[in-house]
């Protein structure tokens, strides 16, 4: 099992990944809409196990929400280079004006987004339009971050970056919507497991419980580094350890819209499958905030086992998948 040099990697396609992980975000997504907000005890009388219609939100089959909104706009933005306030401001152009959505509808926000976007829209201000205080760490930027953690990584493995720059990227991209530090850590330490995944082979013969731990492992060494991190870095601390974590019994697993509960979510279900079809039914399967905890799982799922590894039919199934195929084509020229 060996790793890729930055410069093989970066010349043989790297930048090809991100529509890997970006259709990973919204077909988990869309898997989940259907059953958002539904019990666990019912995910377990009638599994979900392939692409629903309807249910929650009453939409068609393949149907994506704020989760995959969020991050298509993301890349879009991205695409021009980065630019936070031309991220703020593509997040309004989908909250108020329907832009990015699979329908015309803008539906499924997160009341922490809500907020932190009517805040922008008052003041203008992109660095405290979102939510500072303890209760305000929902999952509403973790789930959307994936192309930031690319764009970033990729900067930082061509040698145009470095982490400190990245982290100071991530925080302030997290901070549109949620500000407070342990909803900005929680996308940091998702930014050092994509980081990982994008320096090593995709052959899959490196497995990918060692490059989730690798990722963590610099991650927390990180921002155990930081000393304004140190004592929010405690709160996922379940996850420092994955050959532990793995063993941790789904019962003790919640699958709820808070930051840290979606953070390890994802990554038990991914060190507790072999592909992406299974983790992110497993994903879904937990029920509560299914779509957020599939998104999450997906996107990494996605960037690990590559977009070939998606089940097809869910991929044709998926509302506007030219559209998101075109805007990640915009991207991955862009970074070139």
Same mark, same amino acid.
């Given at each position: 099992?060996? #790793?890729?040099?930055?410069?093989?990697?970066?010349?043989?396609?790297?930048?090809?990944?991100?529509?890997?992980?970006?259709?990973? +975000?919204? +077909?988990?997504?869309?898997?989940?809409?259907p +059953? @958002?907000?539904?019990?666990?005890?019912?995910?377990?009388? #009638?599994?979900? /196990?392939?692409?629903?219609?309807?249910?929650? &939100? !009453?939409?068609?089959?393949g149907?994506?929400?704020? /989760?995959?909104?969020?991050?298509?706009?993301?890349v879009?933005?991205?695409?021009?280079?980065?630019?936070?306030k031309?991220?703020?401001?593509?997040?309004?152009?989908?909250?108020?004006?329907?832009?990015?959505?699979?329908?015309g509808i803008?539906?499924?926000?997160? !009341?922490?987004?809500?907020?932190?976007?009517?805040?922008?829209?008052?003041?203008?201000d992109?660095?405290?339009?979102? $939510?500072?205080s @303890?209760?305000?760490?929902? !999952?509403?930027?973790?789930?959307?971050?994936?192309?930031?953690? =690319?764009?970033?990584?990729?900067?930082v493995?061509?040698?145009?970056?470095?982490?400190?720059?990245? *982290?100071?990227? =991530?925080?302030e991209?997290?901070?549109? %919507?949620?500000?407070h530090?342990?909803? #900005? =850590?929680?996308?940091?330490?998702?930014? &050092?497991m994509v980081?990982?995944?994008?320096?090593v082979?995709v052959?899959?013969?490196?497995?990918?419980?060692?490059?989730l731990?690798?990722?963590?492992?610099?991650?927390?060494?990180?921002?155990?580094?930081?000393?304004?991190?140190? /004592?929010?870095?405690?709160?996922? /601390?379940?996850?420092?350890?994955?050959? +532990? &974590?793995?063993?941790?019994?789904r019962?003790?697993?919640?699958?709820?819209?808070?930051?840290?509960?979606? &953070?390890?979510?994802? *990554?038990?279900?991914?060190?507790?499958?072999?592909?992406?079809?299974?983790?992110v039914? #497993?994903?879904?399967?937990?029920?509560?905030?299914?779509?957020?905890?599939?998104?999450?799982?997906?996107?990494l799922? $996605?960037?690990?086992?590559?977009?070939?590894?998606?089940?097809?039919?869910? =991929?044709? %199934?998926?509302?506007?998948?030219?559209?998101?195929?075109?805007?990640?084509?915009?991207f991955?020229?862009?970074?070139?």
């Open positions: 099992m060996t #790793k890729m040099t930055i410069t093989e990697n970066t010349e043989n396609g790297m930048n090809s990944r991100i529509l890997d992980a970006v259709m990973g +975000v919204v +077909v988990g997504d869309a898997l989940g809409v +059953v @958002e907000f539904c019990l666990r005890k019912d995910r377990d009388i #009638k599994p979900v /196990d392939g692409m629903w219609s309807y249910g929650t &939100f !009453n939409m068609p089959a149907t994506w929400s704020d /989760d995959s909104s969020m991050t298509i706009a993301t879009d933005a991205l695409s021009r280079g980065y630019d936070l031309r991220i703020a401001e593509y997040f309004v152009d989908w909250y108020k004006y329907t832009a990015y959505t699979p329908w803008t539906f499924d926000v997160g !009341n922490g987004t809500s907020s932190a976007l009517s805040n922008y829209l008052k003041e203008g992109v660095y405290s339009c979102g $939510g500072s @303890e209760r305000e760490n929902g !999952n509403g930027s973790l789930m959307r971050i994936i192309p930031v953690c =690319i764009y970033c990584g990729v900067q493995l061509k040698g145009l970056m470095t982490n400190d720059e990245a *982290i100071k990227i =991530i925080h991209v997290s901070g549109i %919507t949620h500000n530090i342990r909803s #900005k =850590i929680g996308c940091g330490l998702y930014y &050092f980081l990982e995944m994008l320096k082979d052959d899959h013969t490196f497995a990918l419980k060692e490059v731990q690798e990722g963590l492992k610099k991650g927390f060494d990180y921002y155990g580094a930081q000393t304004y991190a140190v /004592d929010e870095l405690s709160h996922y /601390d379940r996850t420092r350890n994955l050959d +532990v &974590f793995i063993n941790t019994s019962d003790d697993i919640k699958s709820s819209g808070y930051v840290v509960s979606t &953070f390890e979510a994802a *990554i038990w279900c991914l060190i507790t499958t072999s592909s992406y079809e299974e983790a039914l #497993k994903a879904v399967n937990l029920g509560d905030d299914t779509d957020t905890v599939a998104a999450v799982t997906g996107g799922a $996605g960037l690990y086992y590559g977009i070939e590894n998606i089940p097809k039919v869910w =991929i044709e %199934t998926i509302v506007k998948r030219d559209y998101i195929e075109e805007l990640c084509g915009k991955e020229e862009a970074m070139k």
